[in-house]
């Protein structure tokens, strides 16, 4: 390997001395970083990757590389978010480094593939690699970005793992530490990194590169194992609450009952207003147009009482969400319910600025028992009865020092709002919203299963 001191003119919010290596040598050279989780049945998933890529990389012979759970790196949960962990890669390994790769917890690599795909770019210059993705028309999730031309801009499919280059990883890293961030809001990670990274044209687009897949070609250098990893073969008890009101029991409601109402053991609708045909339980919280944080968290205080059947799993979602609980059911197989678990669709709030994580509320919110009995326990409440909800508990959660996991089977609006090669790949879980879409076609297109498999 050869390095050179080089002055670099191109971005002056850095510094101009850069010593940067010419040519790309091998996996010593590679930090590799799987965008895992702090529940510890994703922190075991993301510890199984490390050593397959650490064993891989024994046996090949061409360096051993530096192999990062983000979710260790700090005690901040924000980590996940991806920007607040930039300086302190950039500081520790940025001397050393000449790509960083991030993968999520089911991707596995071909390291040889991975090497010949690296030295295809000179180190010395900025680079975001990954297999796109574009939107097909304006997103409400990406706030209708590039509405003119919606697949001109492209974003990494975050299983199909992505890469930067240290050059442009330490400029990012600088800015990161000068710069407050357009939105406080992190809604579709991958779409806002590229966004970032992107920086209005004065930053690298992302280069489409094929051999980063998700699904098995002779060419490509990872696969993708199922998402669905079962601990056991136990079946938890789930218990449904559905938030509605008195103005959509006509219009929103009849859409559960011809869909996803008859998967459920445990289910209750709750309203503001009793309604026997329905039937509807008020819990003597009036209405609210927004928020609906007093009747969530009587929700919550119903679910530890004896008037509901006792239950290992909450799941609150709206009268407008779309959910498949076969699949849910699968994946809580996955999940502890003695541990205090919060699953869902994550956001965040102030992520850079030591903000908070929360599971959207329009994709379901999914609570072990043990979550709701410390965050019902701990005094935590909301500061008004139409406060958002979802955010008022991901704040509560945070206190308390129960991380919001997420699934991105979980989608907080419809599928035409997701890239189509997107959600086609997955078998979610949930979508929101009905506008201007038939919700029963799009609960039978994408969540209903046509041979459901054995739940127990």
Not at 323 to 349: M, Q, T
Request: charged share 20%; glycine share 6%.
């Amino acid at each position: 390997m050869r390095c050179l001191n080089e002055k670099i003119h191109l971005h002056t919010k850095i510094s101009p001395l850069y010593l940067f290596c010419v040519s790309f040598s091998g996996l010593e050279e590679v930090v590799f970083v799987i965008q895992s989780q702090r529940n510890s049945y994703h922190a075991r998933r993301g510890e199984q990757r490390r050593v397959e890529i650490l064993q891989q990389a024994a046996e090949l012979g061409q360096g051993n590389p530096v192999v990062l759970l983000l979710h260790e790196l700090s005690q901040y949960e924000g980590d996940w978010s991806v920007l607040p962990a930039l300086p302190h890669l950039s500081a520790t390994y940025g001397q050393s480094a000449s790509w960083f790769f991030f993968i999520e917890e089911e991707t596995r690599v071909l390291l040889s593939a991975l090497l010949q795909v690296l030295n295809r770019y000179p180190v010395q210059e900025e680079w975001f690699l990954g297999k796109r993705l574009h939107d097909n028309d304006a997103s409400i999730i990406h706030h209708y970005a590039f509405s003119e031309d919606p697949a001109s801009f492209g974003y990494p499919d975050p299983a199909a793992g992505w890469a930067v280059s240290t050059l442009l990883l330490r400029r990012l890293a600088e800015r990161i530490q000068h710069e407050h961030l357009k939105s406080d809001f992190t809604i579709d990670l991958k779409h806002e990194l590229a966004l970032y990274i992107w920086e209005e044209g004065n930053g690298p687009q992302l280069t489409a590169v094929p051999q980063f897949c998700t699904e098995m070609r002779d060419n490509c250098l990872q696969c993708i194992i199922s998402i669905y990893m079962n601990t056991d073969n136990s079946f938890s008890y789930v218990f449904v609450a559905v938030k509605t009101c008195q103005k959509f029991h006509t219009e929103r409601v009849p859409v559960v009952k011809a869909t996803w109402e008859k998967d459920a053991g445990f289910l209750e609708f709750y309203s503001d207003v009793l309604d026997a045909s329905i039937p509807t339980i008020s819990l003597g919280v009036p209405n609210t147009e927004r928020g609906h944080c007093g009747k969530t968290f009587a929700i919550l205080r119903r679910f530890l009482s004896k008037a509901v059947p006792k239950a290992d799993w909450l799941v609150i979602v709206d009268d407008d969400t779309l959910i498949s609980l076969p699949r849910l059911r699968r994946l809580l197989r996955c999940y502890d319910p003695k541990e205090a678990v919060s699953l869902g669709e994550r956001y965040g709030y102030g992520l850079v600025q030591n903000g908070y994580s929360y599971a959207t509320g329009g994709g379901g919110m999914v609570l072990s028992r043990v979550a709701v009995s410390r965050l019902v326990t701990s005094g935590c409440s909301c500061y008004s009865d139409d406060a958002p909800d979802d955010m008022v508990l991901g704040r509560c959660f945070t206190a308390l020092g129960v991380p919001i996991t997420h699934s991105p089977l979980f989608h907080q609006a419809r599928p035409d709002d997701y890239s189509e090669s997107l959600i086609s790949m997955q078998q979610a879980i949930s979508f929101h919203k009905h506008w201007n879409i038939n919700p029963v076609a799009v609960y039978k297109q994408w969540l209903q299963d046509t041979n459901p498999r054995d739940e127990l």
